[in-house]
Nanobody, 126 residues
Framework: QVQLVESGGGLVQAGDSLRLSCAAS????????MGWFRQAPGKERAFVAA????????RYADSVKGRFTISRDNAKNTVYLQMNSLKPEDTAVYYC???????????????????WGQGTQVTVSS
């Protein structure tokens, strides 16, 4: 079992930056590839970024590539999402997720993930 708790969300203006954190507990953190997803009002939950177990591989949605950076600190059992140059369309609830899939890859689909945090709200005003 893995418990995930996100933090760092808030209300910012367009062009600002935020860093989200996701603290994991329960299972050996380094055993899990991790991901960030987001859900805007009236829309389905969508992939944002993913990172492999070691942190050596990352993957991003086209809409955030070049602006967002996912990273992890296995010693602190934490995964981060640094978000720069935020836009109003980035407004959403952001979720951290962990997968039990074994291997060194990154994972893109909601169904790939076994554990989810409660979400943190990010609101970007224009």
């Amino acid at each position: 079992q893995v418990q995930l708790v996100e933090s760092g969300g808030g209300l910012v203006q367009a062009g600002d930056s935020l860093r989200l954190s996701c603290a994991a507990s329960g299972r050996t953190f380094s055993s899990n590839a991790m991901g960030w997803f987001r859900q805007a009002p009236g829309k389905e939950r969508a992939f944002v970024a993913a990172i492999s177990r070691s942190g050596g591989l990352t993957r991003y949605a086209d809409s955030v590539k070049g602006r967002f950076t996912i990273s992890r600190d296995n010693a602190k059992n934490t995964v981060y999402l640094q978000m720069n140059s935020l836009k109003p369309e980035d407004t959403a609830v952001y979720y951290c997720a962990a997968t039990l899939k074994y291997g060194g890859a990154t994972y893109y689909y909601n169904a790939d993930y076994n554990y989810w945090g409660q979400g943190t709200q990010v609101t970007v005003s224009s």
